[in-house]
């Protein structure tokens, strides 16, 4: 097999698995017929063996699927008439083949899987300053994919055997939980290709279980064993990710009918986690914590402002909360002569490969993975269904070295004394997906932010070097607890040696200190480029309200002079009212009383042409003469009568009016009218009436 090729494709082929399993759903075997009726749609003759199947899976999508497995899919084929069987060999009925085309599922796949690859190229070489191989990248990110499968996975897809002792190992595993977290938060496209990814790479798993089309049967007869780290992060003290991802797990181990507990034993290790962290908040200084501390927890209480007295309180009361959460506290086993390990080579395998900083943990794992052992009468089991117990840990560690001591068969045909917690996962969620969908997503984010903590070996070395520095003096008491506390220190840690223990030298502290200061130095950059805009835009936001203020303060001076206008005008509208009417009343009253005079002057002159006797004649002369009378003064003096007359009307209409606004303000003054002065005329123009 050539591994240049088999890299990207088998890759390839976990996003057509997925995609199959999302389009049809049937069956795990059902899941891998598209991908046998391509290879062999792809071979060079019609008849072929079930050798020859296997090697053109592996050549088309770098998978290694096991006889028994190609067998049995091809036994589905044979089902859908996509082969015969005969003597061995299959026949290839070409017409059904094309029917299962994949061409369109393979592009779509490839695109995704090299744009996923050409961002890790890119991330590593921004952030780490590396400049891996398009291969090496995508051979990275295959280990990384396939280990959240089960672990034979992996080797069938590298072409090697099976060793159960090499678990992510690769050089790039740090770096490629900080490109999951990156992708989490700021590329959601290619996050969503991962997550189908490793969704194939749990579906392509079953297939290397034991009796693969019975994947559905349920766990009566098996008891899930909890180790304190995974405890630490179902309490929530890891990150809500990975509590999400372990209270899923937990629920879906119930569904399926199996039982959840812990050892007390390791109830006692967790509460003493919890209760020295505690005092490690409580007497946080420079000299006081000790070199035992457990980072995670510690760090998690400082960026959350969980106190002591809460980690106090709730450790006391941890069986309750176990017992609410489904979990049974079980006393650990007594020991039995027939069933007892040589413990003392345990102890050494767990230190060798864990490499623990104090022997507490140590001796708690011991117990733990020989509980299992007696649980299980000594005897190997082959299905998880009737396996008795299993310890569960996301310690990579610990599995390792329990799969070493205990000699686990390299065919994977075994289950574990101890089983890392997504490896258990994807077991059992290929039980029943749809009980939890959302598992393998929840699972990557909680292991890429688990990734970001350094290990036993690397962690204590770190602890060690900051200590003899110390002592000779090498840095103040502020680069201590730098050094000792600050997050970004461990991040720098982390950066500087990718996880690796190995690579780690007394100059590594040097470095990481530097890198930390850079880090709150650039903090501090974009905390004051954050206050400037904030200042900038408040300042803006200042401006702006100024000036709606002034305009509003416009508009209300605008308002108030309209108003004052409007209350000037009421108060001079009456009086002109009143003047025009006095006016109008001295006129009619003036004029009506000249025009009668005129009438009867005239009617008296015409009447002076009869002859009238007595009083009569007296009348008519008299009218006579005045006119004749008024006639001579006007011509004389020149005065009009219409003269006379509008001086009399305007003397008429002044004492009129002076009578009127007299009135008017007795009115007003009296308190007869409301809402303000009244116009004293119901009349629209106001023109009519007298001003009496």
Not at 267 to 283: I, P
Not at 330 to 350: G, I, K, N, Y
Not at 506 to 522: D, N, P, Y
Request: charged letters at 25%.
């Amino acid at each position: 097999m050539n591994s240049s090729t088999a890299v990207p494709q088998a890759m390839v082929a976990f996003a057509v698995l997925t995609a199959n399993w999302e389009e049809y759903g049937v069956s795990y075997t059902h899941n891998f017929l598209p991908l046998i009726a391509h290879c062999l749609s792809v071979g060079r003759s019609d008849v072929v063996s079930e050798t020859q199947v296997q090697s053109l899976m592996s050549l088309e999508f770098g998978i290694l699927l096991p006889r028994h497995v190609i067998k049995t899919i091809l036994r589905r084929a044979a089902k859908e008439d996509l082969v015969t069987r005969s003597n061995n060999v299959y026949r290839i009925h070409t017409k059904r083949i094309a029917s299962y085309d994949l061409g369109s599922k393979r592009a779509d796949a490839s695109r995704a899987i090299q744009a996923l690859s050409d961002s890790f190229i890119e991330f590593l070489r921004q952030e780490f300053n590396l400049e891996p191989s398009p291969l090496e990248a995508e051979t990275a990110l295959l280990n990384y994919v396939a280990d959240r499968g089960i672990p034979i996975l992996r080797a069938s897809i590298r072409g090697e055997s099976f060793q159960p002792v090499v678990l992510s190992e690769d050089q790039y595993e740090y770096a490629i939980g900080q490109f999951v977290a990156h992708l989490f938060e700021r590329d959601p496209e290619n996050f969503r290709s991962l997550e189908i990814a490793v969704k194939g790479s749990m579906l392509a798993s079953a297939m290397y279980l034991p009796n693969p089309g019975t994947q559905s049967r349920r766990i009566r007869d098996l008891t899930v064993f909890l180790d304190t780290p995974f405890l630490i992060g179902l309490l929530g003290y890891s990150g809500q990710a990975p509590k999400e991802a372990a209270t899923e797990l937990l629920d879906l181990i119930a569904r399926l009918g199996g039982r959840l507990s812990v050892y007390d034993h390791t109830l006692t290790e967790t509460k003493n986690v919890m209760t020295s962290s505690a005092g490690q908040l409580r007497f946080l200084s420079r000299k006081t914590a000790s070199l035992n501390a457990y980072p995670p927890l510690v760090e998690y209480c400082i960026q959350n402002g969980i106190s002591s007295t809460e980690l106090d309180v709730r450790s006391e009361r941890l069986a309750e909360e176990f017992k609410d959460l489904g979990i049974a506290v079980e006393e650990t086993p007594e020991l039995m002569a027939e069933l007892s390990v040589d413990e003392v080579r345990l102890e050494d395998t767990l230190q060798r490969i864990v490499g623990y900083r104090f022997e507490g943990a140590r001796l708690n794992d011991v117990p733990s993975l020989t509980a299992i052992y007696r649980a299980r009468r000594g005897t190997d089991r082959r299905e998880l269904e009737t396996a008795k117990a299993i310890f569960t840990t996301p310690n990579t560690s610990v599995v390792r070295a329990s799969r070493e001591f205990f000699g686990e068969s390299p065919r994977g045909d075994q289950v574990p004394i101890c089983a890392l917690d997504h490896e258990l996962g994807t077991i059992a969620w290929l039980k029943q997906p749809l009980f939890a969908p959302d598992l393998p997503r929840k699972q990557l984010i909680a292991d890429c932010y688990a990734n970001s903590f350094p290990g036993e070996q690397l962690w204590g070395r770190y602890l060690e070097q900051i200590e003899h520095l110390d002592a000779q003096g090498s840095f103040s008491d502020e680069d201590y607890f730098t050094l000792r506390y600050d997050v970004e220190a461990r991040r720098a840690l982390m950066h500087d040696t990718l996880g690796d223990a190995d690579v780690f030298t007394s100059g590594t502290i040097e470095e990481v200190l530097k890198r930390a200061r850079e880090a709150h130095q650039a903090e501090l950059r974009e905390e004051l480029s954050r206050t400037k805009e904030a200042s900038e835009v408040s300042a803006r936001e200042t401006s702006a309200v100024r000036k709606h203020l002034a305009e509003v303060e416009t508009q209300h001076e605008e308002e108030r002079r309209r108003l004052q206008a409007e209350v000037e005008r009421s108060k001079v509208e009456p009086l002109r009212v009143l003047q025009l009417r006095s006016s109008r009343f001295a006129g009619r009253v003036v004029y009506g009383v000249m025009w009668t005079t005129f009438g009867l002057l005239l009617i008296a002159s015409l009447l002076s042409t009869f002859s009238w006797d007595g009083p009569w004649k007296i009348a008519v002369g008299a009218g006579t003469a005045l006119l004749a009378v008024l006639g001579v003064i006007n011509l004389y003096f020149g005065h009009r009568i219409r003269d006379w007359a509008d001086s009399l009307q305007e003397e008429l209409a002044e004492w009129s009016h002076g009578r009127a606004v007299e009135k008017y303000q007795q009115q007003v003054t009296g308190g007869t009218g409301s809402g303000g002065p009244k116009t004293p005329n119901n009349d629209s123009d106001g023109t009519s009436g007298s001003p009496e």
